[in-house]
């Protein structure tokens, strides 16, 4: 049976393993938020430091998010969402074919590369017995560039992959504050603040709301 089939069938759970506070998890939130997919998820929380979670079982890597469809499992965040898309009709979070794909993905993983930096920023203090400044200050030089480009040229303000993920990511230095980035990028916060306003899903996936 193809994966559309499976998903409108009523009688096969769809879970979505992840935290509130993932931002990759957010993205997928928001996505399905997005496309109209949400009200057939229901997100189950999973927890990456206990051995005991099923989550293990389900992603080797223990990673989430991760997305059970009956006995299909699929991680991590861009394989579902090229499924969302697929589900959703397509050209709808990217576009389907063609160079335009490809740019529009590589500015998305741009995005998606400063909540990498951030996200290792957090594990390093929690992991860690002592910080490596060098390795931090590492990190925070791929942040510091991918967030210079975005002020240089921010996306459009709307729900695709490229906005989604670029504001999840900033939602996410906001949160945990690796480094500081609003004075220094004031084109970047007007673009954040837009988009938090005309696309409603970020709110409604905040850590609080959720
Ligand atoms: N590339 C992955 C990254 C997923 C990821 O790193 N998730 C974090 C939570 S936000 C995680 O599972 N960390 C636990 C670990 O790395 O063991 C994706 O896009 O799904």
Redesign the pocket.
């Given at each position: 049976m193809g994966i559309r089939n499976i998903w409108l069938d009523p009688a096969v759970p769809v879970i979505l393993r992840s935290s509130v506070t993932?931002?990759?998890?957010r993205k997928l939130r928001m996505a399905a938020i997005e496309l109209g997919l949400a009200d057939r998820i229901t997100r189950e929380h999973a927890d990456?430091l206990d051995a005991q979670d099923t989550l293990r079982l389900q992603n080797p890597l223990?990673?989430?998010?991760c997305l059970l469809i009956g006995d299909h499992v699929f991680?991590?965040?861009?394989v579902i969402l090229d499924l969302f898309d697929d589900l959703a009709g397509r050209d709808r979070l990217f576009p389907a074919k063609g160079m335009a794909r490809y740019h529009v993905l590589t500015r998305a993983k741009l995005a998606?590369g400063i909540t990498d930096a951030a996200?290792l920023m957090v594990y390093e203090g929690r992991f860690r017995d002592s910080l490596s400044p060098r390795w931090l200050d590492h990190q925070t030089g791929k942040i510091h560039r991918a967030l210079a480009d975005f002020e240089a040229q921010p996306p459009a303000v709307r729900a695709d992959i490229v906005g989604i993920t670029l504001a999840c990511a900033l939602g996410y230095l906001d949160w945990r504050a690796p480094v500081a980035w609003r004075e220094d990028h004031p084109t970047l916060v007007t673009w954040f603040e837009h988009f938090a306003q005309v696309v409603p899903s970020f709110s409604q996936t905040e850590r609080t709301n959720a």
């Open positions: 993932s931002p990759f998890g990456t223990g990673k989430l998010p991680y991590d965040s861009w998606d996200l």
